[in-house]
């Protein structure tokens, strides 16, 4: 790319799980401006103070309306644009779910997709957007989503809508995205609306034009592959000619498993590099608008939390150096590490595991990345015990059903096992403070609950099965004979 500075560098926050408070934007948008940032994708989800007839949608700890204010002036001070994403169609859930929306289903038994031919899909995605607008008045772009729609002619109003007019699952999907960025052309002109492009990838150009679509919204073609990109090999070339201008999206996290507790950084640095390569081809240059780091939180509204953003500010950091420098050497990974108070380059393979964990860095939420990093090397220890020779091979649930343990092993594992617990026992009475600075109550609550103390509750299981074997000690006599003794 000639012309990375009027590339727009944007870092997606994906708010489906885990917000941060105002106080950690606070910290953390000098640092990503201070590496290249130019602005902020923001997916609210349900974190928005909807009110009135969408009041319902809101979750309990959604920010106010002062936050969304305070979050603006925010990303004023570090020059960072603000660009709120609202999903009109697809990835419905956090409507979808609530009794008061079921009826606009596409699949009644699903809470994913939206039914555009339903009377009431378009006052609410309409009401959405003005909600979401009038404390977005001065920004210049919205996303719309429309991403991942999978189920589309599903129920029988469309099927109908679709027979009667001659139209694919394609020209409906057209037809309601174009439907949507007509209104909103309409009431706000100044505004230019994005979208993701993957349900239009491999829609001929013909349609796309003929759809009316490529006058009224810029494309966002996302990939986040480290090797190989999986996209039809004309799709910019047809972009180029139906669109004014296209964007582009890579992963700093969020992208590599929906359980992942750390990213694979060098991952993610491949990935936006394989985006360098593909913006450098000269003849789409003109067309390319800008790239936005995206950050999952949740491969879905109901999923489990994905790798969380104080975890994974390393990966962002450097993947917007990549970006910023179209390119990435050592120099490049030095600075960003010592920028971030590393004594030494910053890890970017998570794996294997156990790994040395450095402590006195100096970026906001750095102690929530130590706790991730420490709870991942404990995951490890107990997977390693769990597959250790002498577990399998001296503490089936076969052997254990039969009270049949040799205690010389069992006294071993419950070593073994007790530290592990003891470790992460610990960990877990710091960390619960460190994510609470960053963190609303109810994500300690959510990431604990669903991580920490389901291990800690099998650990203690094995640690009573441990005792109970060695208080048989390997006799060969029932266990309540043993216990009578
Ligand atoms: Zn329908």
Known sequence: MDQLEDFHKLVHL????????????????????????????????????????????????????????????????????????????????????????????????????????????????????????????????????????????????????????????????????????????????????IMWDDMIRNIPAEKIKSSGLCDIVEPMVWQYQAKTF??????????????????????????????????????????????????????????????????????????????????????????????????????????VSQKLGFRHRINVLPFPRPQVIEQQMSFPGHKVYVGVQMWSNFVCRYQAISNSEGMLGWFSDYLRSRNFTNPLQVENILTQIVEVLDNILELKTHLVPWMQEVFFEDTVEEWIGSFVDPLIDKLNDVVKECKKQILIGGRVRDYKKAQMR
């Open 14 to 193: 994906d708010l489906k799980g885990a917000p941060p408070r105002m106080s950690y934007y606070e910290q953390i948008f000098p640092v990503i401006s201070s590496f290249g940032a130019t602005g902020l994708l923001v997916e609210y989800e349900d974190m928005f103070p909807y009110h009135d007839k969408l009041a319902h949608l809101k979750a309990p700890h959604a920010y106010t309306q002062e936050d969304i204010l305070k979050l603006h002036e925010l990303a004023a001070k570090s020059n960072l644009t603000v660009i709120p994403l609202m999903q009109t169609f697809g990835h419905f859930e956090f409507v979808l779910k609530h009794d008061e929306n079921r009826a606009v289903r596409e699949v009644e038994g699903y809470p994913n997709t939206l039914c555009p031919t339903h009377p009431d899909s378009f006052p609410l995605v309409t009401e959405l957007l003005t909600q979401i607008m009038n404390l977005h008045f001065t920004d210049k772009y919205l996303h719309i989503g429309a991403d991942e729609v999978w189920h589309i002619g599903k129920c029988p109003r469309c099927q109908v809508e679709m027979e009667s007019k001659g139209m694919s699952t394609e020209d409906l999907f057209q037809m309601w995205v174009f439907k949507v960025a007509r209104w909103f052309k309409k009431e706000y002109p100044h505004v230019t609306i």
């Open 230 to 335: 999986d996209l039809p090999p004309d799709l910019f070339e047809k972009y180029s000619a139906v669109f004014p201008s296209i964007w582009v999206a890579s992963a700093f996290k969020g992208a590599t498993g929906s359980t992942q507790f750390l990213p694979p950084i060098q991952h993610h640095i491949n990935n936006n590099l394989m985006w360098l390569t593909v913006l450098s081809e000269k003849k789409h240059t003109k067309k390319f608008k800008g790239i936005c780091l995206t950050g999952w939180q949740r491969y879905d509204h109901y999923a489990v939390l994905c790798e969380l953003l104080p975890v994974a500010l390393p990966s962002l950091c450097l993947c917007l150096r990549v970006v910023s420098q179209a390119a990435f050497t050592e120099a490049d990974h030095d600075l």
